[in-house]
């Protein structure tokens, strides 16, 4: 896979790529969506935009170790060794603030989605303004969040996995974990430019 972000100006950023990356790219952002869940007024109806505005988030975090990466706890662990008072506070910060952390990133991953969709399944370039690579950069680190928990990563072995054999199982994810990484990166370079 060599489709990686080159600068637009502007603090934009374009990405060509081909069938295969655009799928798996595309693939990987709907099981994230799924991953998420829905949102307020995803379901039945339209939802009530001021009910929307008061409403309360869980006060505990999730029990998908993923979910705990994307959601994690503003003052350490609640269930750790900490006193009662961080952990009380870890849970009210929760409640007020992870709805809307879990709506920006599905927006996110839903900016990604609709940006491959005009690809129209095919390969082709997406072009992004500097809000959108804002967005993109969001998605990205959200995947390679998920992904490196799925696969166990820790910062001393990232390394351990240039070298897995390919029979290895987890080789497909270690391959996009590390493609997602290369993206992240020139899209920071990109928007550096």
Known sequence: ????????G?????????????SILRSLEVQMLELIGPGPGDGEGSGDPLAALFAEGPSKAPDDPALARLFPDAYGDPDGPGDAESREAAGEFRRYTELDLRARKREDALHVVRALDG???????VDLDAAACLRWLGALNDLRLTLGVRLEVTEDDEQGLYGLPDADDRKPLVMAYLWLGAL???LLEAIAD
């Open 1 to 8: 896979m060599a489709g990686l972000f080159e600068s637009a």
């Open 10 to 22: 502007g603090g934009g950023a374009v990405l060509a790529l081909d069938e295969l990356e655009a």
């Open 119 to 125: 690809l129209g399944g095919e390969g082709g370039q």
């Open 184 to 186: 992240q990166e020139s």
